[in-house]
């Protein structure tokens, strides 16, 4: 018959040749479900683990079966005919006369109590769930462990999808110590002093090691052919040679089954189990670099003899299989992923079907449609969920801007860095975005559409990143592009990057003409966003200058006009900036109420740029009074500017407030002791910094003092009032604050009578004047 089974006795089971590491916590799982049902199915990829799982988990449930335990190998198994036969040999039964089937193999079972593992059930599942089923219905007290790539779908099954093991994430330091709790890591080390006696990890290698478990995303068969190789190649080796991971891992245990022997014939052994469509589909999935959403795989790899209409079942079909993993905290919308090296197989499909370009050319149309929709619906209330997706989509979008220029398309290269330019501001990936502009402009002819806001946006981001000296080329140029007679907004938006770089330097008198001269042309068309960054630059323009009046006037009107639109990003800068500017005018308590606020809403929306520099705002208020605290925020400052990519260096007119009170700190606190804070700043995560900087509105003195602040209204009354005077509509102050709109429509109308007002501009003006007038 060519199958190979095991008789295991009174519960006896193959000897483990090798450690079995790690995996607590699935043991754990699986033997509740296994005591709580007569059928549990392990699933999962090829070289998860099911197996070897299975195997600790029949021999930990040992003494609860007292007729044992036995183990049925159907890898070699090819015919559905043979399935009962090879029970039947494994649990030691002669030959039936008729032959062996579900019903006489059943009938053989009665009043046996024990354990039966069905091993490798994937390429026979209807005649496995077939036998399992008459087994379960005939024979209660026979309980049934199965390993597969996909569940059995049968009545009473319960399954449980094997993970990879655990490996390093980036965000593990490089320290051996650090690694070695990790079960992935212990693994390869295992194997590999298996191979290499002798083999240590040491602080030079173990960087390496923790990377090639990465790379093969927790897979033990992976991680072990990985591990045998050490013989060969030392770690560092392996790892560079990791960037084909099926090629590198051809070789294995010669006493394993041939589709075990190697990680690519354990995938293509799940491949030719698939049918076509899904085939199909598993190789154009290969072009998504992360996870996905079905409406993305539909736009993107449907067509050409796979139906969009499918594309929902045929995903279903993958994940059943174990090729696809669902991923559990996604959120409202499903998203799937591949594990790498199924993924790396996938494009090897894709490349001989001779549809690679294709693909690549709709995931690119795909990725331009959300940029343009992140363009369009950035401004307003649905900022936040259009910043969550772009940050999720990320790689993605990176593999469409990577496919884009490689096939000669920099116009859509440079339109879609273009349209995302906020995003690259906002999750602080400036860098990254001015890589893609640069090539799309260096690879590009003159007279390319989009090439002139490409050098707009390039020239703006090399001012943040401190390379101003290429800004005047990049203006130059893109006015060139622009030809005789630009748009109002294109002119604005050139005369808006030429003033913020101007202030670059210690003397921001400047930047004011070519700002005013963008404030202008931006109120002849209709560019909110444009208009909205102007008001805010040219309000800390002329702060700078010295104007502090028309300062808190031109950010005001940005406040009320970001408030219109339910804006955050910018209304949260305009509120930060306008606390520098009464903190300036001696205003300290309104300041730090502001800017705390800011601060808030800025860790909310995950900007960097903007959360370095409200801490960096909040160490200069501090310094005076507690110097202590100034010095723990201005690490806190310091390690958001690392993360921004950006440096307080880019706006030179405000080093002086940052240097001003970075000489008082050395002035105040002995040399180790500022050291000593800075450095525990730094450690802080963005929301612990937050918390950190906005300890002192919990409690103590300063209670009473704001509680005279806002009399006559309540405390809550109080809070609404602030929303107004940031611009915000009812509905915006009820998401804000987490209440009812019909809660905030009555907070108004209190407010108003009890201050004698009859609009929300006077309600708006009182807070202002209150927050000037309080003292800390």
């Known amino acids: ?67 044992g335990v036995v183990l049925v190998e159907l890898a070699e198994v090819r015919s559905a005919e043979l399935v009962p036969h090879a029970v039947a040999l494994a649990l030691g039964f002669r030959d039936e006369p008729s032959g062996w089937t579900a019903e006489t193999l059943a009938e053989r079972l009665a009043q046996r109590h024990l354990l039966l593992v069905l091993d490798n059930c994937e390429h026979l599942i209807v005649p496995c769930a077939l036998l399992v089923r008459r087994i379960l219905a005939h024979d209660p007290e026979v309980h049934v462990l199965t390993t597969s790539r996909e569940a059995m779908k049968i009545g009473g099954e319960h399954t449980y999808a094997v993970p990879p093991l655990p490996v390093p994430t980036w965000e593990v330091g490089s320290r051996a110590a650090d690694l070695v709790r990790y079960d992935g890591v ?9 191979r290499l006696p002798g083999f240590v990890m040491t602080e030079t290698n173990a960087p390496h090691v923790a990377q090639i478990c990465q790379r093969l995303d927790g897979i033990p068969l992976a991680i072990e052919l990985a591990a045998d190789r050490v013989r060969a190649l030392p770690v560092e080796q392996i790892n560079a040679r990791l960037s084909s991971r099926l090629r590198l891992l051809t070789t294995g245990d010669r006493s394993a089954s041939a589709r075990h022997q190697t990680l ?36 993107v790899c449907a067509g050409s003899g796979l139906a969009a209409d499918d594309v929902v079942d045929l995903l279903t079909d993958l994940v059943e299989k174990s090729i696809l993993v669902r991923e559990d905290d996604a959120g409202p919308e499903a998203r799937y992923r591949m594990l790498g090296a199924i993924r790396e197989f996938g494009h090897d499909r894709l490349v ?25 619906g ?37 339109s879609i860095a273009s349209d995302l330019n906020l995003y690259w501001v906002t999750a602080g990936l400036m ?8 090539r799309g402009v260096e690879e590009s002819e003159p007279g390319t559409p989009g090439r002139a806001t490409a050098q707009r946006w390039l020239a703006y981001f090399s001012f943040y990143l401190g390379d101003v000296g290429v800004v005047p080329r990049l203006l130059a140029d893109a006015r060139a592009e622009l030809g005789p007679t630009p748009s109002p907004a294109d002119l604005a938006y050139l005369y808006f990057v030429e003033g913020m770089a101007a202030l670059t330097d210690s003397d921001p008198h400047g930047a004011q003409a070519p700002l005013d001269e963008a404030l202008r042309l931006f109120a002849l068309c209709d560019e909110v966003v444009g208009r909205a960054h102007v008001l805010l630059g040219y309000g800390v323009t002329r702060w700078l200058c010295g104007d502090l009046a028309s300062a808190q006037d031109l950010l005001l009107e940005c406040l009320f006009l970001t408030g219109q639109h339910v804006e955050s990003t910018l209304h949260s800068s305009a509120l930060m900036n306008l606390g520098m500017v009464i903190w300036d005018a001696g205003e300290a308590a309104a300041a730090e109420a502001m800017v705390l606020e800011a601060l808030r809403l800025k860790v909310n929306d995950e900007e960097e740029l903007g959360q370095a520099m409200c801490l960096d705002a909040l160490a200069w208020f501090s310094v005076a ?31 002086k407030f940052r240097d001003a009170s970075l000489e008082q700190l050395r002035a105040r606190l002995p040399g180790p002791v500022l050291a000593s804070l800075m450095a525990a700043g730094a450690e802080l995560s963005p929301t612990q910094a937050r918390d950190y900087a906005m300890r002192v509105q919990d409690g103590g003195d300063g209670q009473k003092d704001q509680a005279e602040m806002f009399l006559p209204l309540t405390k809550r009354e109080w809070q609404v009032a602030q929303r107004v005077a940031e611009g915000l509509g009812n509905r915006q102050i009820a998401g804000r604050l987490a209440i009812s709109p019909r809660t905030v429509d009555a907070h108004v109308a209190h407010i108003l009578e009890k201050l004698a007002f009859g609009s929300r501009t006077q309600v708006a003006a009182w807070v202002i004047e209150r927050l000037r007038g309080a003292r800390a």
């Not at 212990?186 to 298996?194: E, I, P, S, T």
């Not at 469409?400 to 220029?405: G, I, K, M, P, Q």
């Not at 860098?431 to 640069?438: D, Q, V």
Request: glycine share 8%; aromatic share 8%.
């Open 1 to 67: 018959m060519g199958q190979s089974t095991h008789r295991s006795d009174g519960g006896v089971l193959p000897a483990e040749v090798t450690t079995f590491v790690g995996r607590r916590h699935e043991l754990g799982e699986a033997r509740k479900l296994l005591s709580s049902s007569r059928l549990v199915t392990l699933t999962g990829p090829g070289g998860v683990g099911k197996t070897r799982l299975a195997l600790r988990i029949a021999a930990q449930a040992r003494r609860a079966f007292p007729d």
């Open 186 to 194: 212990q693994l390869f080390l295992d194997r590999a002093r298996a």
């Open 352 to 376: 001989e079907s001779g549809d690679l370009h294709a693909v690549r050319e709709r995931l690119v149309e795909w990725c331009s449609r959300l940029a343009t929709g992140y363009r369009e």
């Open 264 to 299: 690519l014939a354990s995938i293509a052994w799940s491949y030719d189990l698939c049918a076509k469509p899904e085939q199909l589909l598993w190789a154009r999935l290969s072009v998504f670099p992360s996870s996905f959403v079905v409406s993305t795989v539909e736009s």
């Open 625 to 655: 009074d507690d110097p202590r605290r100034g010095a723990t925020l201005a690490g806190c400052a310091e390690a958001a500017w690392r993360r921004s990519g950006s440096s307080i260096e880019s706006v030179g007119a405000l080093r």
């Open 378 to 414: 950035w401004f307003g209330p649905g900022q936040r969920e259009w910043s969550d997706r772009l940050r999720t989509e990320h790689q993605t979008v990176a593999s469409a801007l990577r496919f884009a220029l490689d096939g000669r398309e920099p116009a859509q290269a440079m």
């Open 431 to 438: 860098s990254e975005g001015r890589h893609w502009l640069r």
